[in-house]
């Protein structure tokens, strides 16, 4: 009998123990979303960060991807990441100033003069200080990612020139410095969120509208527009957000495995753009979009000018200056 019950009392024992170690790698599972799908350059992101996450952290954080705006538009999205009803999310700057209007600098069309002029600067001081006001309105500001290069399409007609763009209604981001640029260039202005678009251009509701090739390829909007016009109008930069409280609880190597895991991430996301950028064109001609590669951004640099008069006033010369002439 006391041998049973020595046995008896090591299993309980043992069992204790394993409850409290499984207690110690109890796994926290937090949700992160997008608005497009899976099969995207923000896929990818997501799709990186969680295994990195995972892995860094040896199981006991996993993170819940959600796509196609499942939890919500990109603005939903960021509302619910600042109340922490929603740990993360990967989204455009588009309506990132409407919580940090420090941020509306980025969307100045023609700031940048390419991709790799645009994430120096993100990856540089400019914005790396950047990333730091966003922690007074409740984020954690992981790492600047990608949404790219944004192009124009439509319904209507070829845009060769910013006169080919009077009087079309054209879906904008939630975003103000957009919205007032595209006005500048005659354009009928529809702020809408992205879940809305495809729908509205399928309808009719709207007659174009302007993304990155990642987004029109991943959106499928080939099936409802006809006319894409390269026109690189804007530098489309995305970022991943957290909850400054979901953040400021974790552990100090877990935090730094989440801004590791943030940054694989980001490059992970910039990678597929490019390879997105470089397929794109022949990818939507072959979907049956007339493409209008060879567009004089300069007539629409001109047409822009008073509006960039407003910008100067608003941000600052030297502000916008120092982004423009980064090196």
Same mark, same amino acid.
């Given at each position: 009998?006391?041998?049973? @019950?020595?046995?008896?009392?090591?299993? !309980?024992?043992?069992?204790? /123990? %394993?409850?409290?170690?499984?207690?110690?790698? #109890?796994?926290?599972?937090?949700?992160?979303?997008? &608005?497009?799908?899976?099969?995207?350059?923000?896929?990818?992101?997501?799709?990186?960060?969680?295994? =990195?996450?995972?892995?860094? !952290?040896?199981?006991?954080?996993?993170?819940?991807? @959600?796509? &196609?705006? &499942?939890?919500?538009? =990109?603005?939903?999205?960021?509302?619910?990441?600042?109340?922490?009803?929603?740990?993360?999310?990967?989204? &455009? !700057?588009?309506?990132?100033?409407?919580?940090?209007? =420090? %941020?509306?600098? /980025?969307?100045?069309?023609?700031? @940048?003069?390419?991709?790799?002029?645009?994430? #120096?600067?993100?990856?540089?001081?400019?914005?790396?200080?950047?990333?730091?006001?966003? =922690?007074?309105? *409740?984020?954690?500001?992981? #790492?600047?990612?990608?949404?790219?290069?944004?192009?124009?399409?439509?319904?209507?007609?070829?845009?060769?020139?910013?006169?080919?763009? +009077? *009087?079309?209604?054209?879906?904008?981001?939630?975003?103000?410095?957009?919205?007032?640029?595209?006005?500048?260039?005659?354009?009928?202005?529809?702020?809408?969120?992205?879940?809305?678009?495809?729908?509205?251009?399928?309808?009719?509701?709207?007659?174009?509208?302007?993304?990155?090739?990642?987004?029109?390829?991943? #959106?499928?909007?080939?099936?409802?527009? +006809?006319?894409?016009?390269?026109?690189?109008?804007?530098?489309?930069?995305?970022?991943? /957000?957290?909850?400054?409280?979901?953040?400021?609880?974790?552990?100090?190597?877990?935090? !730094?495995?989440?801004?590791? %895991?943030?940054?694989?991430?980001?490059?992970?996301?910039?990678?597929?753009?490019?390879?997105?950028?470089?397929?794109?064109?022949?990818?939507?001609?072959?979907?049956?979009?007339?493409?209008?590669?060879?567009?004089?951004?300069?007539?629409?640099?001109?047409?822009? +000018?008073?509006?960039?008069?407003?910008?100067?006033?608003?941000?600052?010369?030297?502000?916008?200056?120092?982004?423009?002439?980064? +090196?």
């Amino acid at each position: 009998m006391h041998k049973r @019950f020595r046995i008896a009392v090591m299993v !309980t024992a043992v069992s204790l /123990l %394993a409850g409290l170690l499984g207690t110690a790698q #109890a796994q926290t599972n937090m949700k992160i979303s997008i &608005s497009i799908g899976k099969d995207s350059h923000q896929g990818v992101g997501i799709d990186t960060f969680a295994q =990195e996450v995972e892995k860094r !952290t040896n199981g006991r954080y996993k993170i819940q991807t @959600f796509y &196609s705006g &499942s939890l919500g538009g =990109e603005r939903e999205s960021i509302e619910s990441v600042q109340l922490g009803t929603q740990e993360l999310t990967l989204t &455009s !700057t588009g309506p990132v100033p409407n919580f940090v209007p =420090e %941020a509306r600098i /980025l969307d100045i069309p023609f700031l @940048f003069r390419d991709k790799a002029h645009a994430r #120096a600067v993100l990856d540089g001081p400019i914005g790396q200080e950047l990333l730091t006001k966003f =922690e007074s309105k *409740g984020f954690k500001a992981l #790492a600047w990612s990608e949404n790219g290069v944004r192009h124009m399409t439509n319904s209507k007609r070829a845009v060769n020139s910013p006169s080919d763009l +009077k *009087g079309l209604k054209m879906r904008t981001m939630e975003n103000p410095v957009h919205v007032a640029a595209y006005k500048g260039l005659g354009i009928v202005t529809t702020p809408m969120a992205f879940p809305e678009v495809f729908t509205a251009l399928q309808q009719g509701t709207v007659d174009g509208q302007e993304n990155p090739l990642s987004v029109i390829m991943a #959106a499928k909007f080939d099936q409802v527009q +006809k006319h894409l016009s390269l026109t690189g109008h804007v530098y489309s930069p995305a970022i991943i /957000l957290m909850n400054k409280a979901a953040f400021d609880k974790l552990a100090a190597a877990d935090k !730094t495995a989440f801004l590791e %895991a943030a940054k694989v991430a980001a490059k992970a996301n910039r990678d597929r753009v490019d390879v997105d950028d470089a397929k794109g064109v022949a990818d939507l001609r072959s979907k049956g979009m007339q493409v209008v590669e060879n567009v004089d951004k300069s007539k629409f640099m001109d047409q822009l +000018k008073p509006v960039f008069e407003q910008f100067e006033k608003q941000f600052g010369k030297t502000n916008i200056d120092k982004i423009r002439n980064y +090196k």
